[in-house]
């Protein structure tokens, strides 16, 4: 009988690496609280996203990065005022297009991207290939997560020029660039060698079906066992 695509198993999977990566994303933000005062952290708290896309594919890379996102709301968001806006659209969706951008999409981004080179990472048969699949899709959903902090920054958060960022006033997109690049580029630097490591030194963290062949071989030889029990 064919596996379900989504078993208690890879449910579990699921509920247990976007726990993983929410106590990561938790503790940097601990750690930079200040350092970056409008929000942002450096740290690996992808790594648990990554893996569970590359080990399960885009859907459950997907969701993992949706639960993640979402748990990550329950600690507290920073909404824009509709009232800021002039535009009648902009003061009724504002808000909404700024959570999603800051909040429901950033980490989304990151498992659904990954997930998509995870499949063909599952289907890849040579190793250099493989390892080029774990770095373009690290990278790009990394770059994704990146974006969508650049947009809710250059659309919402701009200021009159009175604050800055590394010499770069609030007041252009260029400091929304700057600001979220400092800790987004670092995060994208220590995760993609860290996903290389482990497809390289422990592939089976990232082959699901590795363990679930090694059950299925053992529940067939028990079977077996059991019908010649049987017959004797």
Known sequence: MKEKKFSVRV????????A????????????????????????????????IAYRRGF?????????????????????????????????????????????VLAYTFVGLIAGIFGELYQKEENDKKKI???????????????????????????GDGSDGFWGVANDSWLYSFVYNGAYSIPNIILCTPIMILISKFYPRIL?????????????????????VNEKL
């Not at 449910?11 to 976007?18: D, H, K, R, T, Y």
């Not at 930079?32 to 790594?47: E, K, L, Q, T």
């Not at 082959?207 to 019908?227: F, L, P, Q, R, T």
Request: net charge negative; charged share 15%; aromatic share 14%.
């Open 11 to 18: 449910l579990a999977e699921i509920a247990i690496f976007s």
């Open 20 to 51: 993983i990566a929410f106590a990561l994303d938790a503790l940097q933000g601990g750690i930079f609280r200040g350092v970056f005062a409008a929000g942002g952290s450096i740290g690996i708290a992808m790594v648990p996203i990554f893996v």
């Open 59 to 103: 859907l459950a890379g997907f969701l993992c990065g949706l639960v993640v996102s979402l748990i990550q709301m329950l600690g507290g968001i920073y909404v824009i005022q509709g009232a800021s806006f002039d535009n009648e659209f902009m003061k009724a969706m504002g808000p909404f297009l700024q959570v999603m951008l800051d909040y």
């Open 132 to 158: 080029l699949w774990i770095i373009v899709g690290t990278v790009l959903a990394g770059l994704f997560k990146y974006g969508s902090h650049v947009i809710a920054g250059g659309v919402f958060w701009l």
């Open 207 to 227: 082959n699901a079906n590795y363990y679930e062949k090694d059950n299925k071989e053992v529940n067939a030889d028990e079977e077996k066992g059991e019908s």
